[in-house]
């Protein structure tokens, strides 16, 4: 909690053992108890070189740009897109969250700079000042302690010398962290964030976890039995969690649903690393599960974006006994290729075709998805919606720009619009497969020109021509097997709260197969009513 100033005044005396932190960054590495402990070691003495290079080129391309009478620290250009280069996935997860680290404090980070007369530095150029920052948070986040040096560690040059620089005026560093923070009356520079911020932190970090299961490899019903006996409790919803529980998701009947605060010990359990249990956004879930209501068998889909290879296996998954294909656009190179289809074996996957060709390249023509009769369509989106920002850039290959908005709160008119064109694009191209019958279109946007005003415009476009059915909306229908109350609305959405990231979801179907859903439909709610 904000303290007194008469409290804080002794802060820059002893700041360097000060025991603020912020928040813990968590490890979601799944090869092992002994390589966590390595990396945990490496989290609390600091990074390897190659981090602070990486996010520093993130945040390169996502700090905040002030107008040109307020600039007093300059970035250099970044008119460039960096080409970055992760070691692992580790590498690659701490370098976004020091970049957004860098980028939530870089008020404060600057002011520390410039306040103890750190910068400018004639010996830094400006296309050093990103690593500067980084490096700064990094530094006061370890309590200006000296970053342990790894032997196997390749030593980067421009590291070492913004490293040196930094902790030859660490003392006057701390002190102006303590003189900005009795300025802000704040025992934690956490505080010094807008409340916004703050509160949407503290949403993602209490997100209960969603992960589904790989029927290609256990049974739901011996997934629930191991969790039994590893002490774990089946309760019926989310507001019955209470530490060792779970829950099937209302949705998907393939779902569990666990506390956050268990996301380290799920991820050391042998059904994580046999990849049993998949962690993955439900979102996700709830397009393939809305896919795959609508095949029949030995029809097959097609996914116009590679995304996640997750959400590709769990549709793999779910069609495992319909002798279906899934064809993936988009992959483009053989290394990729081949990457994808060790990741899909490794899972139990066998059904996936991939292409080269990116969807909009492809024609409606195309004989190899002449027995597609659904696709699914899961395009780039400006993402507000999503719970945990870094996880939905890494595993959905999204755009670094959307910590950006997130922490702005919203995405510019120009970027929105650019989007927008681009899905409308990608929707009444696929209305032109004349064999599908059925589109799955699902966004994380919060933005109705990405939802429902690019529905209602593709529908209204009638790109599909006058020879075959028109395209009408919908409700989805997600599973059989599952729990949920049918709905009868047009759209699905989810908004964001404290339990769930939130979604858009929107199903197109021809005349044909609409009667069929509607059919389908009335079924399952005859079925949910109480007799």
């Not at 990396?39 to 945040?59: C, P, Q, R, W």
């Not at 910068?119 to 990094?138: A, G, H, K």
């Not at 339990?499 to 044909?512: K, N, P, V, Y």
């Amino acid at each position: 909690m904000p303290g007194s100033k008469s409290n804080l005044v002794s802060l820059h005396e002893d700041v360097i053992n000060d025991t603020s932190d912020l928040s813990e960054m968590k490890i979601s590495d799944e090869k092992g108890s002994v390589e966590k402990r390595t990396m945990t070691l490496i989290e609390k003495n600091g990074y390897h070189d190659s981090v602070y290079i990486n996010a520093a080129k993130i945040f390169q391309g996502i700090h905040t740009e002030k107008r040109k009478d307020r600039i007093l620290v300059r970035y250099g250009d970044d008119s460039v897109s960096p080409r970055l280069t992760f070691k692992d996935e580790y590498s690659q997860r701490v370098s976004y969250e020091l970049a957004f680290n860098a980028l939530k404090y870089q008020d404060l980070l600057e002011e520390i700079l410039l306040d103890s007369c750190v910068y400018p530095c004639q010996s830094i150029p400006d296309e050093l000042t990103s690593l500067l920052v980084v490096m700064l948070y990094d530094l006061q986040d370890r309590k200006f302690q000296a970053r342990e040096i790894f032997d196997e560690e390749e030593p980067v040059a421009e590291v070492r010398k913004i490293e040196g620089y930094l902790h030859s005026f660490r003392t006057k560093l701390a002190a102006a962290l303590a003189r900005c923070r009795i300025k802000h009356d704040a025992l934690s520079i956490e505080y010094i964030l807008p409340e916004t911020i703050r509160k949407q932190e503290q949403r993602a970090s209490a997100l209960p976890l969603c992960v589904w299961i790989n029927t290609y490899k256990i049974s739901l019903q011996d997934v629930f039995r191991d969790l039994e006996k590893k002490g774990f409790t089946r309760v019926e919803t989310v507001s019955d969690f209470d530490r060792y529980t779970y829950c099937v998701d209302q949705h998907c009947h393939d779902v569990l649903v666990f506390p956050s605060s268990l996301k380290e010990e799920l991820l050391n359990l042998d059904l994580f690393a046999d990849c049993k249990l998949l962690l993955q956004d439900k979102s996700r879930s709830l397009a393939v599960h809305s896919a795959r209501a609508l095949l029949n068998t030995g029809d097959d889909i097609i996914v116009a974006h590679i995304g996640s290879h997750l959400t590709i296996a769990h549709m793999s998954v779910l069609t495992n006994h319909s002798m279906s294909r899934i064809f993936v656009c988009g992959v483009k190179s053989s290394a990729k290729a081949a990457e994808l289809r060790n990741l899909f074996s490794h899972m139990g996957c066998k059904n996936i075709q991939l292409l080269h060709e990116d969807f909009t390249e492809i024609g409606p023509t195309d004989p190899r998805l002449q027995k597609a009769k659904v696709l699914l369509l899961l395009p780039q989106c400006s993402g507000l919606a999503v719970g945990n920002p870094i996880d939905f850039i890494l595993n959905e290959h999204g755009d670094a720009g959307l910590l950006r908005d997130l922490f702005q709160g919203s995405v510019s008119e120009d970027k929105l619009s650019i989007l927008a064109e681009r899905q409308l694009n990608e929707l009444m191209h696929a209305m032109k497969f004349n064999k599908v019958q059925a589109i799955v279109y699902c966004t994380c946007s919060v933005y109705p020109e990405e939802n429902e005003l690019v529905v209602k415009k593709a529908l209204e476009s009638g790109v599909e021509g006058n020879k075959v059915q028109p395209y009408r909306l919908t409700p989805p229908v997600f599973s059989t097997c599952s729990n949920s109350k049918t709905s009868t609305e047009i759209f699905f959405k989810m908004e964001p709260s404290e339990i769930s990231s939130g979604c858009f979801l929107a199903i197109l179907a021809r005349e044909i197969l609409l009667k069929r859903c509607l059919l389908k439909t009335f079924w399952l709610v005859l079925q949910q009513k109480d007799y």
